[in-house]
């Protein structure tokens, strides 16, 4: 198993990771989190080479997916850098890369209940609105607490004191997040536990995918 502690934050810049290789000949990743090796829950970066291409597999517990860049593709259609995507449970493709790409994947983290299927291309500009203070908000989904959303956050911006119940996952696109625990540039990935407080800010302009509400914690539910 690896970080499969939700009692504990993880941050990992994943600039600094090497790439690992999968069981297709041209797919790469680099996990963030895994119950075993080829199954179960898995959060992981994952690239494919140009004109790579994955075997037919299914998704018991459903895939989610932002696209960082290149072009994703599969039976359903062409996905291009800034595609969110979730494929619900029982979904099956064979995805492939004509120009390459580089994903961040989510594998069998949904309720078995949430039979959402979403394609959502977060680069237009439409479907934003103002969140709390000066920020910018694109949400993506919503499923019995679980909340996932873009987020632009200007530069300047300060907040004091966040925490979220059932914790929280950031990954930052652009520019640099910021904490009073440490400075998290493009390609970080951060987990927070369930009501785990800090104060976030930013000193440049930020973009970063966010997602609420959805980590097991001991004693819940």
């Known amino acids: 198993m690896l970080n499969m502690q939700f009692d504990e934050r993880v941050i990992i810049n ?3 990771m090497d790439w690992q290789s999968s069981p297709v000949e041209g797919v790469y990743r ?15 970066i994952v690239k494919y080479s140009p004109k790579s291409s994955f075997r037919h597999h299914e998704h018991p517990l459903g895939e989610e997916i932002l696209v960082l860049d290149g072009v994703l593709s599969d039976e ?21 890369s004509d120009v390459g790409c580089t994903l961040l994947v989510k594998l069998h983290q949904f309720s078995a209940n949430d039979h959402h299927k979403v394609c959502i291309n977060t680069l237009d500009e439409e479907g934003w609105i103002e969140g709390q203070g000066r920020l910018l908000m694109r949400p993506l989904h919503e ?11 200007p530069a300047g911006q300060h907040f ?21 625990y440490g400075k998290y540039g ?3 990935w951060i ?16 973009l970063l995918w966010v997602k609420v509400g959805h980590l097991p914690y001991p004693g819940l539910g």
């Open 76 to 96: 359903t259609g062409d996905y291009p850098a800034g595609t969110y995507l979730r494929n619900p449970p029982g979904f099956s493709h064979t995805p492939y």
């Open 30 to 44: 680099k996990p963030l989190s895994r119950e075993e090796a080829e199954r179960g829950h898995a959060t992981s």
């Open 14 to 16: 994943t600039s600094d």
């Open 160 to 180: 004091f004191s966040i925490s979220h119940f059932c914790g929280e996952e950031v990954y930052v696109i652009q520019g640099e997040y910021r904490d009073e």
């Open 186 to 188: 493009p390609g970080t």
């Open 143 to 153: 499923f019995n607490g679980e909340q996932v959303a873009m987020i632009k956050w």
């Open 191 to 206: 987990r927070n536990p369930h009501m785990f407080e800090y104060n976030p800010y930013a000193e440049e302009d930020t």
